[in-house]
């Protein structure tokens, strides 16, 4: 089959540069449409042209066993890309390997407070294609199991397929859309028709047209962009990839990113804001609250806020003997000392934690990922 290949120069990245660090260090890199393949210390995936619209499979990779002074991107089932797009892609994969000039400094300006990081070449924390897929995914990760985490963004990107392929019916998109419309309705009556939903949805569903690999088993395509999530109606996308109260909180921020009225694009390429002014700014999206706001903070470079869950609990309990009651008041003891990069230094001791117990994450089969929590050690 028929590809081409891209590079991204590493620059001054070059030194510190580790692929295997950079990709398998935060719950994303197991997040679908995210592929790492341990054999060949390779991430596959899926990233959007130029125009957002079409989406390309690619493999990412750092060649000459991780000494070569750039990554390569072998772009699938095209043997030519134009200048437009190549730019897309690079500047895709530069965001997910933080391969720029901040971020390089802020590896080395983390690295001398934290000589243990700078010993494992631990700094880069992996993150998304997007700001937007990054925030989503934050939400995703709220208020449930790891597992469910796994299973809402492997939906979300079984769905992107079949609106790639147009093979979601209108009639069930209008129907939820019928739904929508009756808010006065009690929980109970909306459950019911919110299972009319499902129902639709199987029997509309040409499952003829979707090679299966298994039970329940559908084509990944990529993660959905704000332009296709806007378009759909908030009972449909509940109902069709099991996301709960999320969905209503998914399509709202789809819905202000495309309409202008949410510059995400603008949050993700101003540094200038004050990690008060980035978080105040966050607070006022739906949805988000302290957990999810701090969590896409660190994707965006600011790591003063630690993302607290019953994760940073548990862990806080295993490791540092602290109690639940003062979580808040042990993660700035433990860890302001790091200061400002205190999610940076949390997040390279859950890693540390991880690893003891379930083994180099890099070298974990996909199969496994579903056990990687506090709550399995």
């Not at 995703?140 to 147009?166: I, P, Y």
Request: aromatic share 8%.
């Amino acid at each position: 089959m028929p590809s081409c290949l891209l590079q991204l120069q590493l620059e001054e990245c070059v030194r510190t540069f580790n692929m295997e660090k950079a990709v398998c260090n935060h719950g994303f890199f197991m997040m679908a449409p995210n592929a790492w393949i341990p054999s060949t210390k390779t991430l596959q995936r899926p990233l959007r042209l130029a125009n957002s619209a079409v989406s390309v499979l690619v493999s990412i990779s750092h060649p000459a066993s991780g000494t070569a002074n750039y990554i390569l991107i072998q772009v699938h089932d095209t043997d030519k890309v134009s200048p437009q797009d190549e730019k897309a892609i690079l500047e895709q994969v530069a965001r997910m390997l933080r391969i720029s000039e901040r971020d390089e400094r802020n590896l080395r300006e983390f690295q001398n407070l934290h000589p243990e990081a700078k010993e494992k070449g631990f700094g880069r924390c992996f993150r998304s294609p997007s700001l937007f897929e990054d925030a989503i995914k934050s939400l995703l990760l709220c208020n449930c199991t790891w597992t469910r985490t796994l299973d809402m963004a492997k939906a979300l990107c079984e769905l992107q397929w079949e609106l790639a392929n147009g093979l979601i019916p209108d009639k069930c998109e209008n129907l939820a859309r019928q739904y929508s419309r009756k808010r006065g309705l009690k929980r109970k009556q909306a459950t019911r028709k919110q299972s009319k939903v499902k129902k639709c949805e199987r029997n509309c569903s040409d499952n003829s047209q979707l090679p299966l690999k298994g039970k329940d088993c559908r084509p990944l395509g990529n993660f959905p962009s704000s332009k296709e999530v806007a378009m759909l109606n908030e009972y449909f996308l509940e109902n069709h990839c099991n996301l709960g109260y999320r969905a209503r909180y998914i399509v709202k921020l789809a819905k202000q990113v495309e309409s202008g009225k949410l510059k995400l694009k603008e949050f993700d390429d101003d540094h200038s804001a004050t990690c008060e002014e980035l978080y105040e700014k966050l607070t006022k999206i739906k949805g988000f609250g302290p957990f999810a706001c701090a969590n896409v903070m660190m994707c965006m470079g600011y790591y003063q806020l630690v993302p607290v869950d019953t994760e940073t609990v548990r862990h806080l309990r295993q490791v540092h003997g602290r109690k639940k009651e003062t979580v808040h008041e042990d993660v700035k003891d433990v860890y302001d000392k790091h200061a400002p990069f205190q999610s940076l230094a949390y997040w390279f001791e859950l890693l540390e934690h991880y690893e003891r117990k379930f083994g180099k994450l890099s070298e974990l089969p996909n199969s496994s990922y579903r056990i990687v929590s506090g709550s399995h050690s």
